[in-house]
């Protein structure tokens, strides 16, 4: 009887070893066949595809095409500065697509040590100790507080449709601003480097814009003041030299 035991319970051992053994395999098989082989990256331009591909890759520990897809559409994906959410799909076994949805940043403005981006409405939608290229530094709001995912409260809320318009137009131009700045009595001054640009205050800035996509080659590495407060079209504007 006891030998018809003993002999039952090592049956009993040899099945769950083998089952355990099966699993283990079928792991191993299932983490080869679906390693991830190509991603296709569709939607972003602050982040190269390169970039993306790689900070999707350092989310899994295992190379796999499956567990990545399971994790960004069930689980908790890793946070991307300026990326609202990533939208991940398995197109094979060993490939996936990934429409990236990237939050409209159109400014920043520095907050002790960090900087804090916000959006079209003035709501701001992260913060970091780096400095983005691209975005420029806004200064001569008044704010008493800085909450991320909260709107910023400023002097007027209008002064955000002139930071949307302007951003709009420094990026349809490709201009290289470093900051917008706003007066007092909310007058715009634009900084490119060594080279202070004064647009007065308008309704809109278009012309002056247009205007300064042409003339910042022609005094680019200079330093001093671009007069542009009185500009239209067809008036001259004058660059006064710094000592």
């Known amino acids: 009887m006891r030998k018809v035991r003993k002999y039952k319970k090592r049956i009993k051992a040899k099945i769950i070893l083998s089952v355990f053994a099966l699993l283990a395999l079928g792991l191993v098989v299932f983490s080869q066949v679906s390693r991830i082989r190509d991603i296709k990256v569709i939607g972003c331009e602050r982040y190269s595809q390169e970039e993306i591909k790689d900070i999707l890759i350092a989310d899994t520990h295992y190379n796999n095409s499956i567990y990545l897809y399971l994790k960004y559409k069930y689980g908790e994906p890793k946070n991307v500065p300026f990326i609202e959410y990533m939208d991940v799909k398995l197109t094979s076994v060993n490939t996936l697509t990934v429409h990236v949805y990237e939050k409209s940043i159109f400014g920043c403005i520095k907050y002790f040590s960090d900087y804090m981006y916000f959006d079209k409405d003035g709501i701001v939608v992260d913060s970091s100790n780096e400095r983005y290229e691209g975005i420029p530094i806004v200064t001569g709001l008044t704010f008493k507080t800085m909450i991320l995912t909260e709107k910023l409260t400023v002097q007027k809320d209008e002064l955000f449709d002139v930071i949307k318009d302007l951003t709009k137009l420094i990026h349809k131009y490709e201009i ?15 900084y490119s480097q060594d080279i202070k640009i004064l647009l007065g205050k308008k309704d809109m800035y278009d012309e002056q814009i247009a205007e300064l996509e042409n003339m910042l080659p022609n005094i680019e590495g200079k330093k001093g003041t671009l007069h542009m407060e009185n500009f239209t079209t067809g008036n001259k504007t004058y660059f006064e030299y710094s000592k």
């Open 176 to 190: 290289n601003i470093d900051t917008i700045h706003f007066q007092p009595n909310n007058e715009v001054i634009l």
